[in-house]
């Protein structure tokens, strides 16, 4: 079904873009200072790791990035620095 939406929730929506731009790639790159996103590895069905995918944006659109693998295995947290 077809429905119309506010201009804040298209504002506020994460949205799938042309090329590179996955559900992950796109939640990290639209994350603002401090926001910290975790990424479950069923989530995750590419060969890069998740760290190479935010050097990769960090490098491009000048942001700095912490990632880190969960003990368990099972996924990842990403957090933006300053």
């Known amino acids: 079904m077809i429905t119309k939406i506010t201009e804040?929730?298209?504002l506020n929506s994460t949205v799938k873009g042309?090329?590179?731009a996955s559900?992950?790639?796109t939640?990290?790159?639209n994350l603002k200072p401090t926001e910290i996103i975790n990424i479950p590895a069923s989530d995750w069905k590419r060969r890069r790791k998740v760290?190479?995918?935010a050097s990769y944006i960090a490098k491009r659109?000048?942001?700095?990035?912490?990632?880190v693998t969960l003990a368990d295995g099972n996924g990842w947290r990403v957090k933006?620095?300053?």
Do not use: D, H, P, Q
């Not at 659109?61 to 990632?67: G, W």
């Open 27 to 29: 939640a990290i790159l």
């Open 8 to 10: 804040e929730e298209y």
């Open 23 to 25: 559900g992950v790639f």
């Open 61 to 67: 659109y000048k942001r700095k990035f912490v990632t």
């Open 51 to 53: 760290s190479s995918v």
């Open 18 to 20: 042309r090329g590179r």
């Open 80 to 82: 933006r620095v300053e």
